[in-house]
C-alpha cells in the first residue's frame, strides 16, 4: 500500500513539474514575443525609439497622460512598421498551427499547411489577378484559390472511397503539381515588364505591402478558425493513434476530419492571401515546440501559436534589413533557416520514430 502511494506521489510531483516547466516555457515565449514586436518596430531607415512605439499604439488607443510623439514618427510606426509586424506575427502563428494539425490529422510528420495543395491554389489565383492589373483583389483572389484547391483534392481522395491520410496527401500532391503548371503557364504567355519581379515577390513570400487590412484578414481568420482549432485539442490526440483507436473514443472520426481540413483551409488561406506562400514555419515549428512541451496537443498548440508568431517577426526583420536598402521576400529566409533546422531534426533522436 505504501509502495503505490509512494509511486502515485512520484507521478504526482512529475507531472506537477513537468506543468511548471511549461508554464514557464509559455510565459518567457510571451514575453519574448512581445518584447520582439516591439524592438522590431524600431529597427529601419528612420530612428525610432521604443517610447516612441509606445506613445504612438497608446496616441491612437486613446490613453490618456501619453506623451505626443512627432507625425512623421509617429505615420512610420503607426501607417508602416506596426501593421507589418502585426501581419507577421498573426501569419507566423497560423501557419505553424496548421502544420501542427496537419502532421496531426494526417499522421504525417513532414505535413505541412500546404500539403493538400493549397499554396499552389492560392499562387494561380493570386498571378491571375496580377496579370489582369486588379491587385487590389489578390487577397480574395488568393483565398478562393487556396479554397479551391482544397474542394479539388479532397473530392479527389474521396473517389477511392473513404477519405485516408495517405490519399488526401497524395491527391493534394496532385493539385498542387496542377496548380504549379497553371501558374506557370500564365507567367509565360501573359505576364510582362514588371509583374514579372511582383508574381516572384509574392510566390516567394512577402510582408511588404502590409497594411491594417492585412491585420484585419490575418488576425481575424486567426482569432475566430485558431480558437475552434485549439478547442479540438483532445481530439487531436486521438488522431495520434490512427482512426482506430479515434473511434474507440467516440470520434466521429471523418466528421472530424473533413471539419479539421477545411479549418486549416480557411486559415492557411487567410495567411497566404496577406504573406504569399512562405514556406518551412508550419513544418519545422511543431517539431521544435514538441521538444518543450511534449506531444500533447493542448500543450503544442498554444505554445506553437506563440513561437510561430515570434519566429515569423524575426524573420520578416531579417528581411528587410539585412540588404538595405534592398529586401528580400521573407520566405528565402524561412528556407535558409528553416533547411539546417530541418537537417537537424532529421538527426535528432527525437526523429528516430519518423523513418
Known amino acids: 500500500m505504501e509502495v503505490q502511494q509512494a509511486e502515485r506521489t512520484a507521478v504526482q510531483r512529475r507531472r506537477d513539474t513537468s506543468r511548471a516547466r511549461y508554464l514557464g516555457w509559455l510565459a518567457l515565449s510571451v514575453l519574448a514575443l512581445v518584447l520582439t514586436a516591439g524592438i522590431a518596430v524600431t529597427i529601419g531607415p528612420a530612428d525610432v525609439r521604443l517610447t516612441d512605439v509606445a506613445a504612438s499604439l497608446a496616441g491612437h488607443l486613446g490613453l490618456p497622460g501619453v506623451a505626443e510623439v512627432a507625425p512623421l514618427t ?40 500546404y500539403l493538400l495543395g493549397l499554396s499552389s491554389g492560392a499562387s494561380l489565383g493570386a498571378v491571375c489577378v496580377i496579370i489582369l492589373g486588379v491587385a487590389v483583389a489578390l487577397p480574395a483572389a488568393a483565398f478562393l484559390g487556396a479554397l479551391a484547391a482544397l474542394v479539388a483534392t479532397l473530392s479527389i481522395a474521396r473517389v477511392g472511397g473513404t477519405i485516408t491520410p495517405g490519399r488526401a496527401v497524395l491527391s493534394g500532391l496532385a493539385i498542387a503539381q496542377l496548380g504549379g503548371a497553371g501558374t506557370s503557364f500564365i507567367i509565360f504567355w501573359a505576364a510582362k515588364g514588371d509583374s514579372y519581379r511582383e508574381i516572384l515577390n509574392w510566390l516567394l513570400g512577402s510582408l511588404a505591402g502590409s497594411s491594417w487590412s492585412s491585420v484585419v484578414i490575418s488576425g481575424t481568420a486567426l482569432v475566430l478558425v485558431g480558437s475552434g482549432i485549439l478547442l479540438s485539442a483532445t481530439r487531436l490526440d486521438a488522431f495520434t493513434f490512427g482512426d482506430t483507436a479515434a473511434a474507440s473514443l467516440g470520434i466521429n472520426v471523418n466528421r472530424t476530419r473533413w471539419l479539421l481540413l477545411g479549418a ?52 520578416d526583420t531579417l528581411a528587410r534589413t539585412v540588404f538595405d536598402p534592398r529586401e528580400l521576400p521573407v520566405g528565402i529566409i524561412t528556407a535558409l533557416i528553416g533547411v539546417p533546422v530541418f537537417i537537424v531534426l532529421i538527426k535528432s533522436r527525437k526523429a528516430a520514430a519518423w523513418s
Open 74 to 113: 509617429d505615420s512610420i510606426v503607426w501607417q508602416l512598421r506596426l501593421p507589418r509586424v502585426l501581419t507577421a506575427a498573426a501569419v507566423g502563428a497560423g501557419l505553424a498551427l496548421s502544420g501542427a494539425v496537419m502532421q496531426s490529422v494526417t499522421r504525417n510528420p513532414l505535413a505541412d499547411p
Open 264 to 315: 486549416v483551409a480557411l486559415l492557411t488561406g487567410a495567411m497566404v492571401a496577406v504573406s504569399g506562400a512562405i514556406g518551412f514555419v508550419g513544418l519545422i515549428l511543431p517539431h521544435l515546440v514538441r521538444g518543450l512541451s511534449g506531444p500533447g496537443h493542448r500543450r503544442l498548440l498554444p505554445l506553437t501559436v506563440v513561437l510561430g508568431a515570434l519566429f515569423l517577426i524575426l524573420a
